[in-house]
């Protein structure tokens, strides 16, 4: 049961690095490819769908890693999990004070409502979103290394 609970986790979490993965270096580039207003739009409906998901993902996989590394305490691979989980909590407090703040106001915009500013505003989004998918990376790492 235990390796199930393993190998689910890890899945779970590979699963969440690729989405967060492919919006920083695919989905953003095309949406910043399109005209301004386009461009604007889509940030703001990907901002309402994905924010509306990843809360549950994150927690979720928080709380999988967590209960793994409690069934799992025995096992010599426990420092990797509880590491992994730490890092998880990290992205958790960064969605919350860094990332979530800019979306909120991010998907509420329209070409007649946005701020001056709103390109700037995107553009710290992304860099913060930069650091979370290096984060999410380490931890996922970390999962794939306690399985060994």
């Known amino acids: ?3 199930a609970l393993e190998v689910f986790t890890t899945v779970v979490v590979g699963v969440m690095v690729g989405v967060e993965f492919s919006v920083a270096f695919v989905i953003n580039r095309i949406l910043d490819a399109l005209p301004e207003d386009s461009s604007q739009l889509g940030h703001a409906h990907g901002g309402r769908m994905l924010g ?4 549950f993902w994150y927690i979720g996989s928080l709380v999988l890693a967590g209960i793994w590394a409690v069934a799992g305490w025995h096992h010599h691979s426990t420092g990797l999990v509880v590491s992994a989980g730490a890092l998880l909590i990290l992205s958790v407090i960064m969605s919350i004070l860094l990332l979530v703040p800019i979306n909120n106001r991010n998907k509420t915009w329209t070409p007649d409502n946005r701020p001056a500013d709103w390109k700037q505003q ?4 992304n860099r913060y979103h930069y650091v979370r998918v290096a984060v999410l990376i380490a931890a996922f790492t970390l999962l794939v290394a306690a399985l060994a």
């Open 52 to 55: 509306a998901v990843m809360p």
């Open 1 to 3: 049961m235990l390796t």
């Open 122 to 125: 995107l553009n710290r989004w």
